[in-house]
């Protein structure tokens, strides 16, 4: 046999143990799917006969087809390296995020294939298409990032304010590289950062990109050996776990020994996304708790200990929580830097059209048409309100509609989205339902909802397929549970719910007057108006979002919740006006929502105002709020955050 024989026979065998090792990692994946979903998979892929001609199966009948085969087929067809990327990219579409993070893992994808497949994310020009894809926003927009010494309190008081105070809050500009930089601090300590901002301003987006950054080797590389990223969402499933199952949980099988990871923990970085999404109070955790790696702890403990430094004492955090959270948080935490997230500036909106769109031609058109609605170009700001836009959009040209949105307000944006692009109406009986659902997670705390909790509100297997294929809800597969793809939309449909005075766990308990003390109930009193929930909630009872409702529902609705929820926010601003005088943009931003001209014209009657806007939306707000100011003498406007290049201070003597 000659050389060259010879050459090409270890070649063979090698190609042919590789193909095999791609085929068992492969199958092993697909067993983690549920039999209707291994179904879904089958019919996403582009070959659906991929494994018709070996068993006889059809499409319909996947059932018939085990793991192991259809890893076979697809290795046979594709090869072993396209057998994986197909895979993974089917996984994403379906929204199997855990799945997706476990396959990451895999040796296969440490090496060669991991590398080829993030070369292909960076090469994408348009961003995925869902944003229930755990690796949307791939190349993300830059974000407006707010370094201050002290988080500001989101609120702003009249008079009893000194300029200084006012400057003091503005704080600093700063970039992502800067999150763990020498300028963020002076103190010796290992930085815990705390990522901040409204709801659906892109928080979770940037821990996620930090994480992703550092895998490919442009962010903290030099800083950081290990970065660990957990969503708390999740681990709230968890009741015990060891700091080792922790890091096993998000890492698989590391390279390294947990003991030789953890032996130098200044290298380390733990990012805890969503930590306020945890219904747990953390002085109930006892500081002295010190617990080692490989010891089973309550989940609470592990991360309070974290949190408190009290293990792991010299490694860094990064933590993203709602800024409403943060009254909550402050006071256990080691040492904390506040960073808020404020959004995309308007030129970055404009690069997030050119980015979701792959056609220029069609994000200019859909950009300009947004620039003709003011107001709805300010709330583009928010990624989430940037990614419902696109999408609207995106439909109207599909369907070669002219390119129009209407909407003023957040909520008018989601009653579009849900009910004139997603049409969820299609959902029937069962939509009021599944509000109810939405409704029971936001009283208990509640982001992971079960078959049973679903069947509790007479929805089935086929209504759970209807609300993935939508993409209003994302699967969990281990165990098998679902979330809504955004912590917003679960808050949209609760408030929804409160809107049609519907039962709450199964109770009679309430109704069209009553069931606004249920939301004080879960928020109390105090943050009532700073929570999505009630935001939605006011613009739902808008003149307009309730002739939406009843077009949706079919039935009328009494305008007597819309009277008593003003009424309770009547006797808020009332009340704090006699303590120092706070007027929350939470509170203005439900009167923005609502819409209700008369109510403003008789509620404010102060003449001396000092505020700082940090954002446009807030300026949105302000403009809104300060047309109905009647008596108002003397303003002072300070500009901060987005405005901080051209910062100015703005006086009026009226």
Same mark, same amino acid.
């Given at each position: 046999?000659?050389?060259?024989?010879?050459?090409?026979?270890?070649?063979?065998?090698?190609?042919?143990?590789?193909?095999?090792?791609?085929?068992?990692?492969?199958?092993?994946?697909?067993?983690?799917?549920?039999?209707?979903?291994?179904?879904?998979?089958?019919?996403?892929?582009?070959?659906?006969?991929l494994?018709?001609?070996s068993?006889?199966?059809?499409?319909?009948?996947?059932?018939?087809?085990?793991?192991?085969?259809?890893? &076979?087929?697809?290795?046979?067809?594709?090869? %072993?390296?396209?057998?994986?990327?197909?895979?993974? @990219?089917?996984?994403?579409?379906m929204?199997?995020?855990?799945?997706c993070?476990?396959?990451?893992?895999?040796?296969?994808?440490?090496?060669?294939?991991?590398?080829?497949?993030?070369?292909?994310?960076?090469?994408? &020009?348009?961003?995925? @298409?869902?944003?229930?894809?755990?690796?949307?926003?791939?190349?993300?927009?830059? /974000?407006?990032? /707010?370094?201050? &010494?002290?988080?500001?309190?989101?609120?702003?008081?009249?008079?009893?304010?000194?300029?200084?105070?006012?400057?003091?809050?503005?704080?600093?500009?700063?970039?992502? *590289?800067?999150?763990?930089?020498?300028?963020?601090?002076?103190?010796? @300590?290992?930085?815990?950062?705390?990522?901040?901002? !409204?709801?659906?301003? *892109?928080?979770?987006?940037?821990?996620?990109?930090?994480?992703?950054?550092?895998?490919?080797?442009?962010?903290?590389?030099?800083?950081?050996?290990?970065?660990?990223?957990?969503?708390?969402?999740?681990?709230?499933?968890s009741?015990?776990?060891?700091?080792?199952?922790l +890091?096993?949980?998000?890492? *698989?099988?590391?390279?390294?020994?947990?003991?030789?990871?953890?032996?130098?923990?200044?290298?380390?970085?733990?990012?805890?996304?969503?930590?306020d999404?945890?219904?747990?109070?953390?002085?109930?955790?006892?500081?002295?708790? =010190?617990?080692?790696?490989?010891?089973?702890?309550?989940?609470?403990?592990?991360?309070?200990?974290?949190?408190?430094k009290?293990?792991?004492?010299?490694?860094?955090?990064?933590?993203?929580?709602?800024? #409403?959270?943060?009254?909550?948080?402050?006071?256990?935490?080691?040492h904390?830097?506040?960073?808020?997230?404020?959004?995309?500036?308007?030129?970055?909106?404009?690069?997030?059209?050119?980015?979701?769109?792959?056609?220029?031609?069609?994000?200019?058109?859909?950009?300009? &048409? !947004?620039?003709?609605?003011?107001?709805?170009?300010?709330?583009?700001?928010?990624?989430?309100?940037?990614?419902?836009?696109?999408?609207?959009?995106?439909?109207?040209?599909?369907?070669?509609?002219?390119?129009?949105?209407?909407?003023? $307000?957040?909520?008018?944006? =989601?009653?579009?989205?849900?009910?004139?692009?997603?049409?969820?109406?299609?959902?029937? #009986?069962?939509?009021? %339902?599944? =509000?109810?659902?939405?409704?029971? %997670? +936001?009283c208990?705390?509640?982001?992971?909802?079960s078959?049973?909790?679903?069947?509790?509100?007479?929805?089935?297997?086929?209504?759970?397929?209807?609300?993935?294929?939508m993409?209003v +809800?994302?699967?969990h597969?281990t165990?098998?549970?679902?979330?809504?793809?955004?912590?917003?939309?679960?808050?949209?449909?609760?408030?929804?719910?409160?809107?049609?005075?519907? #039962?709450?766990l199964?109770?009679?308990?309430?109704?069209?007057i009553?069931f606004?003390?249920?939301?004080t109930? !879960?928020?109390?009193?105090?943050?009532?108006?700073?929570?999505?929930?009630?935001c939605? /909630?006011?613009?739902?009872?808008s003149?307009?979002?309730?002739?939406?409702?009843?077009?949706?529902?079919?039935?009328?609705?009494?305008?007597?919740?819309?009277?008593?929820?003003?009424?309770?926010?009547?006797?808020?601003?009332?009340?704090?006006?006699?303590?120092?005088?706070?007027?929350?943009?939470?509170l203005?931003?439900?009167?923005?929502?609502?819409?209700d001209?008369?109510?403003?014209?008789? +509620?404010? $009657?102060?003449?001396?105002?000092?505020?700082?806007?940090?954002?446009?939306?807030?300026?949105?707000?302000?403009?809104?709020?300060? #047309?109905?100011?009647?008596?108002?003498k003397?303003?002072q406007?300070?500009? %901060?955050? @987005?405005?901080?290049?051209?910062?100015?201070?703005?006086?009026?003597?009226?």
């Amino acid at each position: 046999m000659s050389a060259a024989d010879m050459a090409s026979g270890t070649d063979t065998a090698s190609a042919a143990k590789m193909a095999h090792g791609a085929q068992q990692r492969l199958a092993r994946m697909l067993e983690y799917m549920s039999k209707e979903q291994l179904r879904e998979f089958l019919l996403r892929l582009p070959d659906k006969d991929l494994c018709q001609h070996s068993t006889g199966a059809t499409p319909a009948q996947p059932e018939e087809v085990g793991c192991m085969e259809v890893a &076979s087929c697809l290795v046979a067809r594709y090869g %072993g390296q396209q057998a994986w990327d197909l895979a993974l @990219q089917t996984w994403e579409q379906m929204g199997l995020s855990e799945l997706c993070a476990r396959a990451w893992k895999e040796p296969a994808m440490k090496s060669g294939i991991k590398e080829k497949y993030q070369n292909q994310r960076r090469e994408r &020009s348009c961003l995925t @298409q869902s944003w229930r894809n755990e690796y949307l926003h791939q190349k993300f927009t830059q /974000l407006l990032l /707010l370094h201050r &010494s002290q988080p500001r309190g989101y609120d702003f008081r009249l008079r009893r304010r000194r300029n200084h105070e006012v400057a003091d809050e503005q704080g600093h500009l700063m970039e992502i *590289g800067d999150l763990f930089g020498q300028g963020l601090s002076t103190q010796k @300590q290992p930085p815990t950062v705390v990522v901040h901002g !409204v709801a659906g301003i *892109g928080k979770s987006t940037l821990a996620r990109q930090v994480r992703r950054a550092w895998e490919e080797g442009w962010l903290f590389k030099d800083r950081f050996k290990h970065v660990f990223y957990f969503n708390c969402r999740e681990l709230a499933q968890s009741e015990t776990m060891s700091l080792a199952e922790l +890091i096993t949980k998000d890492w *698989g099988t590391p390279d390294a020994s947990i003991g030789q990871i953890l032996s130098q923990p200044e290298q380390l970085l733990f990012i805890l996304d969503n930590l306020d999404e945890l219904k747990w109070d953390l002085k109930e955790q006892r500081s002295e708790l =010190c617990p080692h790696w490989s010891q089973q702890q309550q989940v609470h403990t592990l991360l309070g200990s974290l949190l408190k430094k009290t293990l792991l004492p010299t490694a860094s955090l990064l933590i993203t929580a709602r800024i #409403t959270a943060l009254r909550r948080l402050k006071t256990y935490l080691k040492h904390p830097h506040w960073v808020e997230v404020l959004g995309f500036s308007e030129s970055a909106r404009k690069e997030y059209f050119f980015q979701y769109f792959t056609d220029e031609i069609q994000a200019s058109r859909a950009f300009t &048409s !947004v620039e003709s609605n003011p107001a709805l170009l300010t709330m583009c700001l928010m990624p989430l309100v940037s990614w419902l836009v696109c999408t609207c959009l995106k439909q109207q040209m599909e369907q070669e509609q002219p390119l129009s949105l209407t909407s003023k $307000t957040t909520t008018a944006l =989601c009653l579009h989205y849900f009910f004139h692009v997603l049409q969820a109406q299609s959902l029937g #009986t069962k939509l009021k %339902g599944f =509000c109810s659902l939405a409704a029971e %997670g +936001i009283c208990q705390g509640k982001t992971l909802f079960s078959p049973e909790d679903f069947r509790k509100y007479w929805l089935d297997g086929a209504n759970i397929s209807t609300l993935l294929n939508m993409g209003v +809800i994302q699967e969990h597969p281990t165990p098998q549970s679902y979330s809504f793809i955004h912590l917003c939309f679960q808050e949209f449909f609760a408030a929804m719910s409160y809107a049609l005075c519907s #039962t709450v766990l199964k109770s009679d308990r309430f109704n069209n007057i009553k069931f606004i003390t249920d939301l004080t109930d !879960v928020y109390d009193r105090h943050d009532l108006f700073v929570e999505p929930t009630t935001c939605f /909630l006011f613009g739902l009872l808008s003149d307009q979002g309730m002739r939406e409702m009843e077009s949706i529902f079919k039935r009328s609705l009494s305008r007597k919740s819309h009277s008593y929820l003003l009424q309770l926010a009547k006797s808020e601003v009332l009340e704090n006006h006699l303590s120092l005088d706070p007027y929350s943009w939470h509170l203005l931003h439900c009167f923005y929502e609502i819409q209700d001209k008369n109510f403003m014209k008789n +509620i404010f $009657t102060f003449n001396d105002m000092r505020i700082c806007v940090q954002t446009e939306m807030e300026l949105l707000l302000f403009t809104f709020f300060f #047309t109905f100011c009647h008596d108002i003498k003397r303003l002072q406007l300070n500009a %901060g955050g @987005q405005h901080r290049q051209a910062e100015w201070t703005y006086s009026v003597f009226l």
